[in-house]
């Protein structure tokens, strides 16, 4: 198995805050990304910075008892030990999607394992990788699909959850219907190893007792899969956590308009850079959310006055929030710019792994980090990859496509390949046609312009029209070349199905469990070796 490292520019789509971020090391002078970000993200810079260890006893108490309910390995437990005896965090998460989501989960949690291993090796302090389970996001649409492949298509299963009332996804216990769902997802994984871990995780209840919450499933299933590198896997939605965080969200009341003001200015301030805010923030607005007590719904906060909130249609003083923090803590949920503050309050944090997205959060959250903790925790990439099986690596290297070839739509890439497979006399026969008209279209528009500006505007329109008739002939060409050889057509649709599924990266469609039936345990150890390389791009990983 081989591995090649991209520009990440291979992918559509990636912002140019993102692009400048990872180029922070290379940029010279003084980049203005550099005020926004914690370290550069390959220089080394983030090994060995002070990171405070308070409430080690009682984190590694909370997080001993969910390790017995996600069924931790002893590699886990023992990284829990280590954080009680002081050890730093590197951390990375996601939300609870159904079976472990999209491939990038598992490049995520590869990449936390992989900087902790080498902060443990470069500083002498050991470093755990924990997995921070997003359960408090209350949008149960993104999390009830998982996407498999079959021989020709994107398959996406979905159990069809429904709730009353927008409530943390975390506690939504499936019903019946999921075992339908997961029949069709082992018949797809051909009934791998990893199809009984699913059954187990999301399944089976305590003896006699209820099944799974999406987040206990969820937890089981990642403790299982990386069981052997000791990750550390935490829902931190439970009133243990929250008190242990509590500082952090009672700063968000004290001093909810001053963080938003500040908020509001870095977002000017990044827009004012050529960039874009990731999380739209306005006056009124707050980093809270509060679990209505009847309902469990999550709604939320917004400062309608002077030390006033409203929640739907009940107001509350910062008094009555202060008093609802301190009797019932997990009442009170940080937004996507906060849960960051929240988690390192709780966790050692040397670094954080995140995604393209979460790493320009991060450029906004920095304002939190300074007024709440006083200091910013670095940001590090998580391994952005495509996985390669072997026949479709050789149908690539049959036809000459190279990773930024097939990020595109099959009809594209077919034509693609039958303009390739012309003969050379037919390709040099349309070339010299092709340019012969445009140096004569030039010209003649050119001497036309000079006699009358109309002239000149009309021999554009004319000319235009006749190169377009042109490249409609080269099209024809290649589609008569497609028609000869059937299996180009064939090859552009596997290629693409594989690589750019439904016109997206593959770690953002496929499921990583897809993959895990494929090639195994041995899977993850593989991924956390190329995460360990640093590629600053996207790397393409041949299985």
Known sequence: MSSECFPITVLPH??????????????VGDAVVRRWYGAEPFTGKWLGRAVPVKHAGALADLLELQAVEFGASDAAKANIAKLRAGARAVVTGQQVVLFGGPMLTLLKAATAIARANEATKATGVEHVPVFWLATEDHDLEEVDQVSLLTKTSVETLKVGLKVAHAVPVGGVVPGPELEVVLERASELLEFAPVSEWLRECYLAGEEGGARPTLALAFGRLMARIFADQGLVVMDAASRGFHALGASTLRYAIEHGAELQQALIARSEELVKAGYHAQVLVADGGSLLFLLDQATGERVALRRSAEDQWRAGTRVYS????????????????????????????????AAYIGG???IAYFAQSAVLYEAILGRITPVLPRLSATLLEPAIAAVMDKDEVQLPD?????????????????????????????????????????????????????????????????????????????????????????????????????????????????YGEGLVERLVGVAGNQCPGHVVVRL
């Open 14 to 27: 990636v912002s140019q805050l993102y692009r400048d971020y990872l180029a922070m090391a290379d940029s």
């Open 318 to 349: 910062s008094a009555d929030l202060i008093a609802i923090l301190e009797a019932t803590p997990e009442r009170l949920s940080p937004n996507a710019l906060l849960r960051a503050v929240f988690q390192d309050t709780l966790l050692p944090t």
């Open 356 to 358: 393209p997205a979460e």
């Open 406 to 518: 097939a990020m595109t739509a099959a009809e594209e890439l077919a034509q693609r390949l039958g303009a390739r497979a012309m003969p050379i006399a037919e390709k040099r026969k349309l070339a010299a046609v092709g340019n012969a008209l445009e140096r004569e279209l030039a010209a003649l528009t050119e001497y036309l312009g000079g006699m009358d500006e109309s002239l000149g505007r009309a021999a554009e329109v004319s000319g235009s029209k006749m190169l377009y008739q042109m490249n409609r002939l080269r099209r024809m060409a290649a589609t008569f070349e497609l028609q000869k050889e059937a299996s180009l057509r064939k090859h552009a649709e596997a290629i693409t199905l594989n690589v750019f599924p439904d016109g997206h990266p593959q770690e953002r469609v496929v499921a990583g469990v897809w993959f895990m039936a494929k």
